[in-house]
Each structure stands twice: as structure tokens, then as C-alpha cells.
């Protein structure tokens, strides 16, 4: 079982609708970050969270600690946040695998 | 403010050579941390560096080793490559140790190993 877990594996909206993407983790962790990796290659980050709630723009960002659980919502969606959208832990207390990553959700939002 | 540089963009190299990749993070950050990613294993850690010292390191072979440098500039080398380390190679820099700060990533440098 892999230490982080994401769904769905793919996901297609409506322009427009709400979007749900869920990150469940097995390791203590340090933060939680949320990437978005656009065809090309090229990352950004979106969200670094230990705890609550972050909002940004139309993302939002929330994690429960207890349950080891995160979600990314992204409100209004639009096809530009087509992308692969990637969950990764910080690992507390690991010398290796520092830094653990789901392995990602590919979104497409048709107009 | 400059984001973060990795040099080269692309590298085409043969099945036993050794190569040097070259990240430049943002002015200020002191953490630059690599990663490989390939369509089999998704992205995986390599290793951080943080003033010049190694701090942690992901599970690959001794073949993969790096550096910063004092104006914490990274390198990273992988010898006697191997058809399996063709990937896309990333870095990427943080204010602070990896536990602290948001990522900042470069955009890459898609190594072929023929």
C-alpha cells in the first residue's frame, strides 16, 4: 500500500462545477502540499498546509490531521485548471523519503 | 525575483556515462531539494541540501549523489548511467529546511539515457 494514497486516479468536469480531489496519508507528516503540473513538465505549488483550512482564489485546501486526510475543492472550475494535481507529504522525522508523493490526479474540465 | 533555473533543458547521454545537472534557486532560499520523475514511479525524492550539508536522501542508489554549493547553487551527478534513469529531473528550492516552506520548482531537465 502506498504511504499516500490519491482519488480519483482521473477526473472529468463540466465547466463550472465543484471539484473534489482526496489525499489519504499512512506516515506522521511535518506539512502536506498540494502541486499542480501542467503537460510541459512544469510545477506549481498550490498549497502547504499542517493544519486547517488555506483558501486561494477558487482552490481551497483542507486537511484533518487526526484522520490523515486532505482534500483540494476548486469552485467554478475552468478548463485552464486542466492539469495533474499531486498530494505530497513532508515526512516527520524521516531521514529518507523525505518528501512522499501521491501519485497525482489528472483533471480535465471540458467547456 | 528569478525563479529557479535547472540547466540543461534537455540532455541526450549513452548507457554508461555520467552526467551533471545544475539548479539555481531563488536568491535567498538556502534549501534545493531533486526529484525524479518518471511515468512508471511518479515523482520521487532524491535528496535536500541545505547550507552545503546533505540532509536527507530518498532510496537510490549510491550512483546518484549531488552538492551546493556556498551561494547555494546545486549540482546534481548521476554516474555510470543506466537506461532506467531516463527522466525528467527537478529541483526545487525553499526558504527553509523541507519541513518549513513552500516548494518553489524549477522546470526541469529531461534526461535520455540511450
Known amino acids: 500500500k502506498n504511504e499516500v494514497e490519491q482519488s480519483p486516479q482521473n477526473l472529468t468536469a463540466q465547466e463550472g462545477e465543484f471539484i473534489t480531489i482526496n489525499c489519504s496519508y499512512s506516515v506522521g507528516i511535518s506539512a502536506l502540499h498540494w502541486l499542480q503540473q501542467h503537460p510541459g513538465g512544469g510545477i506549481v505549488s498550490l498549497f502547504m498546509l499542517s493544519s486547517g483550512k488555506k483558501k486561494h482564489g477558487r482552490l481551497i485546501a483542507t486537511i484533518n490531521i487526526q484522520e490523515k486526510h486532505s482534500s483540494l475543492h476548486i469552485t467554478a472550475s475552468h478548463p485552464r485548471d486542466s492539469a495533474v494535481y499531486i498530494c505530497?507529504?513532508?515526512?516527520?522525522?524521516?531521514?529518507?523519503?523525505?518528501?512522499?508523493f501521491g501519485t497525482g490526479t489528472l483533471l480535465a474540465v471540458q467547456p | 525575483k528569478a525563479g529557479v533555473t535547472q540547466t540543461p533543458r534537455y540532455l541526450i547521454k549513452t548507457r554508461g556515462q555520467q552526467v551533471t545537472l545544475s539548479c539555481s534557486p531563488i536568491?535567498?532560499?538556502?534549501?534545493v531539494s531533486w526529484y525524479q520523475q518518471t511515468p512508471g514511479q511518479g515523482l520521487q525524492f532524491l535528496f535536500e541540501y541545505f547550507s552545503e550539508t546533505q540532509r536527507n536522501k530518498g532510496n537510490f542508489p549510491g550512483r546518484f549523489s549531488g552538492r551546493q554549493f556556498s551561494n547555494s547553487r546545486s549540482e546534481m551527478n548521476v554516474s555510470t548511467l543506466e537506461l532506467g534513469d531516463s527522466a525528467l529531473y527537478l529541483c526545487a528550492s525553499s526558504l527553509e529546511i523541507l519541513d518549513n516552506s513552500p516548494l518553489h520548482f524549477g522546470n526541469g531537465t529531461r534526461l535520455t539515457v540511450t
Open positions: 505530497a507529504v513532508t515526512n516527520y522525522g524521516g531521514a529518507t523519503n523525505k518528501l512522499i
Open positions: 536568491s535567498g532560499h538556502r534549501s
